[in-house]
């Protein structure tokens, strides 16, 4: 697989849109990924960034997108039509370049919430029967194989998917995640999205 | 350890379809056990009302199910929906079918740093000895597949290991206190669907890990020498052929 080639691939259409072969649904799609996900995948809202993300979720999110299986608001509006026409390879392609670019930390989370944010994370909340993130998602948000990278991502978009969770959009995460952030207050999920924005 | 990618995605699957089997019975269990009660609901509920002080005072020592419930999902947010183990950051172990001496006593050694992990430290902490007994019952009545993925080639060479031991190493044969199926029996635990990971991780890092207080020896000191004797291979081949047992 050559990532040189597919990032030149990406550049080369995302500067010159025009250029790009009309009807090459494949193509079309990942010019539309740096519309809203920024040239170097580090996301705008409301997309999330890219950059850095495991390539195995970004991939099972793609296909999940395809199925409809994820179905918040967001995704409904504007991903369903992304990953519509995606082949196998492209979905592929896509995850392993965009793990490839390096993550910037978003910082926008409230300071004064962060280490409460912390204490959750790493240590998790016992007699509240709220386990610590830390032992799935690593001990700096990285993420690990199919586990997404959760540092450094946008504060409104940790805080959206943490809610909606508990909204009942469930149908692309499998357990454990619904039933855990389903035990979140609104205070907790604000904290743990805050320090996440501040993780490197 | 990579190339397991494919088999958590499928993994992932079982996981959530074996939750929507496991809800069922879980059901009807609790239903069974209502409708049992029928025939003794209205006396109860007169005693209920004449010794309401009493009760009271008594419920102080028993477990609320309601409270036993919720800690039974809390813990298997993380050990799986059917106590199957997941493989995370860090690989958490399989409860399913654990003999429940050792669940405790290992429950026991986190708080006593006799294990020391510190989320299990303050997982342990958290939970009262009725709720620990309760735990144990549960997850000793499990019994989902392994979660497999261990690689297959020494897996011959791992079942040599766990039923003869390595006699030049002088390792005896894991089967001699784990049992020939793997189960374990008491204080000596089940390593038959064990994450092949987890077993790794403990098998090397046994010294550091476990037995740890030197005021409080316990049984983990059995295991000390074997762990020490066993080399990197033999290690990844017993794991993997006890990680497949069912």
């Known amino acids: 697989m050559s990532y040189v080639r597919l990032k030149i691939a990406v550049m080369a259409i995302a500067f010159s849109a025009a250029a790009a072969p009309a009807g090459h649904a494949e193509i079309l799609a990942i010019r539309n990924c740096n519309w809203c996900h920024g040239a170097s995948g580090q996301g705008y809202m409301p997309a999330p960034r890219l950059a850095g993300q495991r390539p195995q979720y970004v991939a099972a999110q793609l296909m999940n997108f395809s199925s409809h299986a994820r179905d918040n608001p967001f995704s409904k509006m504007y991903m369903w039509g992304a990953a519509a026409n995606l082949s196998h390879q492209a979905v592929h392609d896509l995850a392993a370049y965009y793990s490839t670019l390096s993550p910037r930390a978003a910082n926008d989370g409230d300071r004064a919430l962060a280490a409460e944010g912390w204490s959750i994370y790493q240590q998790g909340m016992p007699d509240a029967n709220i386990v610590a993130c830390v032992v799935c998602h690593g001990p700096n948000a990285e993420g690990v194989r199919g586990i997404p990278r959760l540092g450094g991502l946008a504060y409104s978009y940790l805080k959206r998917r943490l809610e909606q969770w508990g909204e009942g959009f469930h149908a692309a995460a499998g357990p454990p995640m619904p039933g855990i952030a389903g035990k979140l207050s609104q205070n907790q999920i604000e904290a743990l999205a805050s320090y996440l924005s501040f993780v490197k | ?246």
Not at chain 2, 70 to 92: E, M, N, R, V
Not at chain 2, 134 to 163: C, S
């Open chain 2, 1 to 246: 350890m990579r190339g397991f990618d494919a088999i958590r995605t499928g993994g992932k699957t079982t996981a959530s379809s074996l939750r929507r089997i496991d809800s069922k019975p879980r059901h009807d269990r609790s239903k069974r056990r209502i409708s049992g009660a029928v025939g003794f609901a209205l006396p109860i509920a007169f005693l209920a009302v004449a010794f309401a002080g009493v009760c009271r005072a008594s419920d102080a020592n028993t477990v609320a199910v309601g409270g036993i419930q919720a800690k039974i999902a809390y813990c298997k947010d993380c050990h799986g929906p059917s106590a199957q183990g997941y493989d995370g950051y860090f690989p958490i172990p399989r409860l399913a079918g654990q003999q429940t001496e050792y669940l405790e006593n290992q429950l026991r050694a986190f708080i006593e740093h006799r294990r020391t992990n510190n989320i299990m430290f303050n997982v342990a902490h958290a939970l009262s000895p009725g709720m620990v007994s309760a735990l144990a019952e549960n997850f000793k009545g499990l019994n989902p597949r392994p979660i497999g993925g261990a690689p297959t080639q020494f897996v011959a060479q791992g079942r040599k290991i766990f039923q003869d031991g390595v006699p030049d190493a002088n390792v005896a044969a894991c089967a001699a206190c784990h049992g020939p199926e793997a189960t374990g029996s008491g204080p000596i635990p089940r390593l038959a669907g064990q994450l092949y990971p987890y077993l790794i991780k403990e098998l090397v890092n046994w010294g550091k890990e476990r037995g740890q207080n030197p005021t409080k020896p316990d049984t983990s000191a059995i295991m000390s020498p074997v762990a020490h004797s066993l080399n990197k291979s033999e290690i990844e081949a017993v794991a993997a052929y006890v990680s497949y047992l069912k």
